[in-house]
């Protein structure tokens, strides 16, 4: 295998292997990649795996260097070392999650801490998942794909249905996969936009924690061995706080899963048509 690389001064550019079939990003070429990771080591490893899966990677070593390379160049997905050095890794997420360029890149979250409130804390900051080190190389990739693969199909299937699913005051917008409340924007996440639309998409049924995990987290082609329906609960906790008064819409049905008790859902075809 061959790799081209450059050197520059705000980070290493990694080229494409000779042959690789990777999970493309918004065009066709292979989605880009941003680690922030300040561990030259695990830098270099990250790298190494996602460029031989066919990915186009740049890496930063810290989180001032990954936001200036962010915004330089909006990846189409980030892994992100949790506990670096200065910026932290939690203050990187925090800022990418505030900014309206950058809230809807999906995030993964490398951490050296084991305790469950460490995860949970990272996946309430806005992560869209988790990998504790020592990582299997194997399964990073795995997991990076998983989180490409169901940007893609939501996005597929927003093109597809086009217009606004609207309940009430509560607005998504399946071009643009943007959620409104009374005309004002909510800064989601993905993963907390792909569990209201299909809330949404099955209001007054109740959806199962393994479904609603299934849905979001696209079950198909790995294992979800390594996520766990309290990851359901702490991104529909934050997407309550997210959403208001419209966030007491979504029920919990203790003991086994949620469901979306707000107005009757609508398609409009276009921002401000009648419903059909």
Not at 163 to 168: I, Q
Not at 215 to 231: C, F, L, P, V, Y
Not at 233 to 244: P, Q, V, Y
Request: net charge positive.
């Amino acid at each position: 295998m061959t790799r081209r690389e450059h050197r520059g001064r705000r980070g290493v550019v990694h080229g494409l292997p000779a042959r690789a079939t990777p999970v493309t990003g918004g065009s066709e070429l292979p989605a880009r990649i941003l680690v922030i990771e300040d561990d030259p080591g695990i830098a270099a490893l990250v790298a190494y795996q996602l460029t031989r899966a066919g990915y186009r990677v740049e890496t930063a070593g810290g989180g001032d260097g990954g936001l200036e390379s962010l915004h330089r160049e909006i990846p189409d997905l980030v892994v992100l070392d949790r506990m670096l050095p200065g910026l932290s890794g939690d203050q990187v997420l925090t800022a990418i999650r505030e900014d309206p360029a950058t809230r809807c890149i999906p995030v993964l979250v490398l951490t050296a801490k084991r305790e469950q409130a460490d995860r949970i804390e990272g996946l309430e900051m806005g992560a869209d998942d988790y990998l504790t080190k020592p990582f299997s190389p194997r399964e990073l990739v795995l997991r990076v794909e998983a989180i490409l693969r169901r940007i893609r199909g939501f996005a597929g299937l927003a093109g597809h249905h086009g217009g606004v699913l609207r309940a009430g005051d509560l607005a998504l917008d399946q071009d643009s996969m943007k959620v409104t409340l009374g005309g004002e924007e909510v800064p989601v996440t993905p993963t907390e936009y792909r569990l209201l639309r299909v809330l949404l998409e099955n209001r007054g049924r109740m959806r199962k924690r393994d479904d609603l995990l299934e849905a979001a987290w696209d079950a198909e082609g790995r294992s979800r061995a390594g996520m766990r329906t309290r990851t359901v609960d702490m991104h529909i906790r934050r997407l309550r706080t997210k959403l208001g008064y419209a966030g007491d819409w979504i029920e919990t049905v203790r003991g086994f899963g949620y469901r979306f008790r707000g107005p009757e859902p609508a398609v409009l075809r276009e921002p401000g048509s009648q419903a059909h």
